[in-house]
């Protein structure tokens, strides 16, 4: 079967160990954040793999990514020849698309962010990375488990009241090193929608990472998205002009 991965990373961070099932809220909110700057970084420049599967049929496609701090993204399609160019830009809570065979550049209302990437189970902000899961849900320990010798921390996350988010609650298992091991997304009756899993932890840019991403749906075994990481460079730091509507419809790549 073919393999996918993504990574968005930064080279250093603290080390943060302690938490325990029942830990206050400020600390595992403190894990959460320690993982997503883990995860995402202060600045990165990837090219992944992405295939989309249905009953039937497969699509896939290559994409480039540059990300920076917790609100900025850019995504453009390389490949396939019928896709080069469209693009995806994020800016906090706004977003466009531009689709060169029409040569415009649509902006996309906020509620679109949580919805399918190009069709895929990866929403906008799945990723993005994007901080609305850090800022907008409350978040505690549920309990540990051991996984290859580490310790696994299980969080439940809640929205905050009125928060605009689709999701009704996320489970998340972090690794003490901050490694995002698995992320479920129930509905608002609680039910699991989806759940994205990592695998092929290995080191890659100078850190430990999960080479592999799946996005599976969770009424059927066969509607998944995959990524697979193919480059990745970690900054410190992106310049701004990356981050705008020139760039989006005539990429610097």
């Known amino acids: 079967m073919f393999r996918k991965q993504i990574a968005i990373s930064i080279l250093s961070l603290p080390l943060i160990i302690g938490f325990y099932i029942n830990s206050p809220a400020q600390d595992t909110q403190t894990l959460v954040k320690s993982c997503f700057n883990y995860m995402r970084g202060s600045a990165s420049i990837s090219t992944v793999d992405m295939i989309i599967h249905r009953p039937g049929w497969e699509r896939s496609m290559t994409i480039k990514a540059w990300t920076k701090g917790e609100k900025k993204s850019f995504f453009v399609i390389t490949a396939p020849p019928k896709d080069n160019g469209n693009g995806t830009l994020k800016k906090g809570r706004e977003m466009w698309m531009f689709n060169p065979k029409i040569n415009r550049v649509i902006k996309l209302p906020p509620s679109m962010m949580s919805q399918g990437w190009m069709g895929s189970d990866f929403s906008n902000n799945d990723l993005a990375k994007s901080d609305s899961l850090i800022n907008e849900y409350v978040h505690?320990?549920?309990?540990?488990?051991?996984?290859?010798?580490?310790?696994?921390?299980?969080v439940e996350s809640i929205p905050q009241p009125a928060a605009p988010v689709v999701w009704g609650m996320q489970k998340l298992k972090i690794r003490e090193d901050f490694i995002m091991l698995s992320q479920e997304f129930y509905d608002e009756d609680f039910r699991l929608v989806k759940a994205m899993t990592t695998d092929n932890i290995q080191m890659i840019g100078g850190k430990l990472f999960p080479k592999i991403w799946k996005m599976q749906k969770a009424d059927t075994d066969d509607e998944y998205t995959l990524l697979e990481y193919k480059a990745l460079l970690f900054k410190e730091d992106l310049p701004d002009r990356l981050f705008t509507l020139s760039n989006l419809k005539n990429p610097r790549r």
């Open 140 to 154: 505690r320990v549920v309990g540990t488990e051991m996984l290859d010798g580490k310790k696994v921390y299980l």
